[in-house]
């Protein structure tokens, strides 16, 4: 459906590891090591206030990722991940405020609830295609805050007026506070996260979710089970972005039905786009466009903000339809081509 | 131990200071306390309001109230110095109210937050503002949990709240019509569920009178038409109108188009001439009743009235591009009105913690905009300032003022 | 039963609505293959342009034929200004595209125009239809300018040389540019039929809803609900989903009980979801076989 790139690979080609092999370290991992270096140092320098931004972009980023799981990897649409991301944030808000468990098991719990609800889903949106399953989705998003707001579950969501969560200390023998921990805390599961998706992309079923993306009709005629396969990216996806959600709701320390609604789902798409579909990089790209670019736009003007994040948006679009992924692919494969010359 | 980085010293300077401030106000009362964000030539505030987003409507409150706060500081500023004011947008989005309410506090600098817009906005730093102690002033919301001094010292209200409405709407009704079969039409959020909670206290369970129909809307919806039809073929004969402006012409329209006439009263939300009853249809609107604290700048009885021609002027002065038919461009500077008060009756002890114990003695203060004999009162165990309306009837082209004022006095 | 009758009218009546909405939906599906979201901006632009109109003096109708020109002519520069840029790329990309423009449209018109509703006259009146005080007499003119139109595209697509033509550029670009179809401008024609029969829906809407800046909002939504529900490749289909979410969410709101008030939205899309599953083209639509 999507003429979505082939590989996740953001730099210049790197021989592919042949299965069993032993991974050669290429500039690829040069980069990402420093990237993790800089992210861990990050807390020692910067204000409270920019790491609360910072691991909101992080959270952010891990939610574009469920979404490009479902729809760049596996070519099935959705503008429903708002729900999933509140499903995940209502986990973690109701079993930390409602049922005392620790806040850091309610994280995989918010990830366990989101696959089951991704997976079961992904059953009616196996016979839906192209805008007949985003409808579906759709659906799933608009439900997401009535249902939140619905008086029968008042006693379990806190209705309209939604749940306080308390913000979670800091191990007593680390000497950071609570903004710093919170940034670690998401920093790990978002490296943990990112690089489950690596491998799962590197893998057959990675290959056979690709394959089903790309031509399901040859995909089964070769034996893959699409409708299984289907499923599980669903539940996969929606894992992905319940785990963002349940970060969220550690870091915003709030959770209010209006925060998940189809706007946010948009947002994720928007996101998803600018960093570049089918992109796992990408996705960090995706998550500082969300935080930024709204604030961008607002200092601009704050009564045309709206339009200005517009422009801001065709801007990128025109120049790089691609996303920042098939950008920088585009800019590493000129210069490779110059370098041949 | 916290770790002592650059980090930590610029939080722990805010509280420090808050904390030493009770000790400094034994000196000499020429002495000058300063909280963040104040110099001798400037005090910084700030907010949050949705300019952006699906309740963009309302972002003209925020800009209202920059408008008024640039003609305090032509007039001079307070006692000396300049206010300077930094609104950013949330777009009714609870995490980003956070987001920029942190930027506010720990970027920015400010000495309070001044009349953030929202329910769910404010919900969501509620407790970072207690937490810090950091004054959230006059929020410009009417819910009913604001007015908790015991529990959140740093939070106070401003707006008579949608509870304390919705009983005034209970109590009428049932003045006129003991056994009343009430319908509401509210939406299907904080404010919404606030007032429909209101009426069905108000009504109570021990006599004829009962809620029948309790009917809601989303803000996405394309009408509400669907619902006054089942009102009225349920037998309501008591409508109270709880809806915003669109939805609320809607209502009352439809209500006239099926010849539906019940006793119908529209909250403070959607009773604009202009806005609400004047696209319903004003002779659809003959008889509705409805309950006032500001002055409806649309309504011809206020024309030669001292306080609508300052009002008038300043916005032709300062807010041009202002709707001078949208009664949120009368909250805005009204709402701002009372953070200068407070930041005056500082005087030169601009510390958070003198804010909020000017904040919460407030007596007897008015506002241009303010209903005649409405005044805004607090004390430490009432952080309620607007607390008192006064109901009108609509005759088809005004609204006419009955009765005494209602809702509690000073507290 | 009378409750019943009531709510099946006034669910009609607001179909209307939708079905107006979702012809617009279709027309630019059959032009580009997916859904625009800022159709509904489009629309909600066109009627401030005809409000304007009308606010500085035009009679109604001069109003309205002004607004529909204007509103092609938006269509097909859009068409050519931000949409062929992206035409080449993903679907996606696509999408991110429109979802820019709905801001830009969204946030200009509350500039321009602010946020206070705003009356919008309607040709046919807000009386009571035949006296009863079920359906007025502007809803009776909506439903009846929505079938007219309806019939308009029918015998323009399936009666002339030109919709014929577009039709073959929607369904099979390269074939077309073979036998000699300029695609391109088929394309803009297109959106700009799209961006008229949604200025018509707008104009239609507006008396209902008030005109303001977000009150497109829920209807497009409704509207995509309608003619996903009766089959995109259908305008007939689409108009009677329009019709049919209409009178499922009144019915729903009102009959279902403990959950039908608060979650008549959910309960209604959930409806059609299901419908889908029977039925994954839409009620009417085409069966999309594609070959090995």
């Known amino acids: 459906m999507t003429s979505a790139p082939k590989d996740d690979a953001v730099v210049a080609p790197v021989a592919a590891p042949r299965a069993g092999a032993f991974v050669r370290l290429g500039p690829r991992h040069l980069i990402i090591a420093g990237a993790i270096i800089a992210a861990v140092l990050i807390p020692f320098y910067a204000k409270s206030f920019v790491l609360f931004q910072l691991t909101q972009v992080m959270i952010y980023a891990l939610a574009i990722l469920g979404l490009n799981l479902l729809t760049g990897f596996n070519g099935q649409f959705s503008i429903g991940h708002s729900a999933f991301y509140g499903v995940g944030a209502y986990t973690t808000a109701i079993l930390m405020e409602r049922y005392g468990v620790p806040y850091v098991w309610t994280v995989p719990a918010a990830g366990a609830v989101c696959f089951m609800v991704g997976f079961l889903f992904g059953l009616p949106a196996l016979r839906l295609q192209n805008l007949y399953l985003a409808l579906a989705t759709f659906t799933l998003a608009i439900a997401m805050p009535q249902l939140l707001k619905f008086h029968g579950f008042e006693g379990w969501t806190g209705g309209v007026q939604g749940l306080v969560v308390d913000q979670p200390d800091p191990p007593s023998f680390l000497p950071i506070d609570g903004d710093q921990w919170l940034y670690y805390f998401t920093l790990i599961v978002m490296l943990v996260m990112f690089a489950g998706a690596a491998n799962l992309i590197r893998s057959r079923t990675g290959r056979a979710m690709m394959a089903i993306r790309d031509n399901p009709i040859a995909a089964s005629a070769m034996g893959i089970n699409t409708s299984l396969y289907k499923m599980l990216t669903f539940g996969v996806s929606a894992l992905y972005t319940g785990v963002a959600g349940a970060l969220g709701a550690l870091a915003v320390a709030f959770v209010a039905p209006d925060s998940f609604t189809i706007f946010l789902s948009i947002s994720l798409l928007v996101g998803l786009v600018i960093g570049g579909v089918g992109s796992i990089a990408g996705c960090l790209v995706g998550g500082l466009f969300m935080l930024y670019v709204p604030n961008i736009a607002e200092s601009i003007s704050t009564g045309l903000a709206g339009v200005i994040y517009g422009f801001i948006l065709l801007l990128i679009i025109f120049v790089m339809p691609a996303g920042a992924a098939g950008f920088v692919r585009f800019a590493l494969a000129q210069l490779a081509r110059l370098r041949q010359t | 131990m916290k770790k002592l980085t650059r980090r930590s010293i610029l939080i722990a300077a805010p509280s420090a200071l808050a904390f030493t401030a009770p000790l400094l106000s034994i000196r000499p009362a020429f002495a000058k306390d300063y909280g963040p964000g104040v110099t001798d030539k400037e005090i910084k505030i700030g907010n949050t309001c949705f300019y952006t987003g699906p309740a963009s409507s309302y972002g003209t409150i925020g800009k209202a109230m920059a408008a008024y706060y640039k003609m305090i500081n032509d007039q001079g500023g307070i006692n000396g110095r300049m206010i300077n004011f930094i609104s950013y947008d949330d777009a009714y989005s609870p995490p980003k109210t956070v987001e920029q309410t942190r930027k506010l506090v720990e970027e920015d600098g400010i000495l309070l937050d001044a009349g953030p817009l929202g329910t769910p906005t404010n919900s969501a730093i509620w407790h970072y503002m207690n937490e810090k102690k950091v004054p959230q002033l006059f929020v410009s919301t009417g819910a009913s949990k604001w007015n908790d001094p015991k529990g959140h010292p740093w939070t106070i209200g401003w707006q008579p709240n949608y509870h304390m409405e919705g009983t005034l709407y209970a109590t009428y009704i049932l003045k006129e019509n003991p056994n009343a079969q009430v319908g509401v039409l509210y939406q299907n959020d904080d404010f919404g569920k606030d007032y429909l909670r209101g009426v069905k206290d108000g009504i109570g369970d021990k006599g004829k009178a009962k809620v029948v129909v309790e009917a809601s809307y989303e803000t996405t919806d394309a009408t509400v038409e669907s619902q006054v039809v089942d009102m009225k073929s349920k037998g309501v004969d008591a409508f109270v109108n709880a809806a915003i402006p669109k939805f609320a012409a809607q209502a009352i329209r439809k209500a006239a188009e099926i010849q539906w006439k019940p006793i119908q009263v529209v909250s403070s939300i959607g009773q604009s001439v202009a806005a609400t009853l004047k696209p319903a249809g004003l002779d659809h609107s003959t008889g509705v009743v409805s309950d006032f604290y500001l002055k409806d700048p649309t309504d011809p009885q206020w024309k030669e009235d001292a306080g609508y021609k300052w009002w008038t002027g300043f916005m032709d002065k300062y807010y041009p591009d202002g709707d001078k038919s949208d009664i949120n461009n009368v909250y805005g500077p009204s709402n701002a009105a009372t953070v200068c008060q407070v930041l005056k009756q500082c005087g030169d002890e601009l510390t958070r913690e003198n804010v909020m114990k000017q904040a919460a003695s407030l007596k007897d203060f008015t506002v241009p905009m303010l209903l005649p004999g409405i005044k805004i009162n607090t004390s430490p165990t009432d952080f309620a300032p607007v607390k008192q309306v006064q109901m009108a009837k609509f005759d088809g082209q005004r609204w006419n003022l009955f009765g005494d004022l209602l809702g509690a006095a000073a507290g | 039963m009378e409750q019943l009758l009531q709510q099946v009218m006034a669910g009609l009546a607001n179909g209307a609505i939708y079905a107006c909405m979702a012809l617009a ?174 200025a018509v829906a707008g104009m239609l809407i507006a008396p209902v809803v008030f005109l303001e800046p977000n009150m497109m909002l829920g209807v497009l939504l409704y509207g995509f609900a309608g003619a996903v529900l009766g089959g995109l490749s259908s305008p007939g289909g689409a108009v009677l989903g329009g019709f049919a979410v209409g009178v499922i969410e009144n019915l729903a709101g009102t009959f279902v009980p403990y959950f039908g008030r608060e979650l008549k939205l959910t309960l209604a899309l959930i409806l059609i979801v299901i419908v889908l599953m029977f039925r994954p083209s839409g009620i009417f639509g085409r069966r999309v076989v594609s070959r090995v």
């Open chain 3, 25 to 198: 939906v279709v027309m630019i599906y059959q032009a580009i293959d997916h859904l625009n979201f800022a159709q509904g901006e489009m629309a909600m632009f066109s009627t401030y342009i005809a409000w304007q109109l009308i606010a500085w003096g035009f009679p109604y109708w001069v109003a309205f034929a002004i607004t529909v020109v204007v509103s092609f002519i938006g269509g097909v520069l859009i068409d050519r200004i931000l949409f062929r840029p992206v035409q080449k790329a993903s679907i996606l990309s696509q999408i991110v595209a429109f979802i820019a423009l709905f801001s830009i449209l969204n946030s200009s018109a509350g500039q321009i125009w602010d946020f206070t509703i705003k009356s919008f006259p309607t040709p046919f009146g807000h009386a009571p239809l035949f006296g009863t005080s079920l359906i007025d007499t502007h809803e009776a003119g909506m439903i009846g300018v929505t079938l007219v139109m309806l019939a308009l595209l029918y015998l323009f697509f399936r009666g002339t040389r030109l919709g014929l033509a577009m039709r073959a550029a929607a369904a099979n670009p390269e074939s077309s540019r073979l036998v000699g179809i300029r695609v391109g401008w088929m394309t803009a024609l297109g959106w700009g039929m799209a961006a008229s029969i949604g």
